[in-house]
């Protein structure tokens, strides 16, 4: 009996943590598309069609290219929301962040987003 509850406890732990630090790319298969994954940075397109609401998902540190803008609004873990109006061109810095989008207007958008990984300590640029 404590065994059975020792593992689930430790599977209710594991899947709180996996939803805090849920991967982008892996909660969002159908709009997010890895281009470049490396010990530097993983650069990504999303694309997010009209009404779409992603699955929440965590980024590190990032910067936000739009390709082509839109209407969208931000969901945050604590229920919190907010509404950003993306114009092609622009270009975000975003600190970490655990979220999920959804596109509220009329047109498909489509961002590149660049997130920066953790430096291994000893090396130098």
Known sequence: MRTSL?????????????????????????????????EHVRVFEAILPPGWKENQHSHPTSIVYVVDGGKVRNHLPDGTSSELT?????????DPVTHWSENIGTTTIRVIVVELKPQASGGSH
């Open 86 to 94: 993306f114009t092609p061109g622009q270009t975000a810095y975003r």
């Open 6 to 38: 020792a593992m689930i406890a430790g599977l209710i732990l594991l899947s709180a943590a996996s939803v805090h630090a849920q991967d982008a790319a892996l909660a969002n298969p159908k709009t997010i598309y890895v281009t470049l994954d490396n």
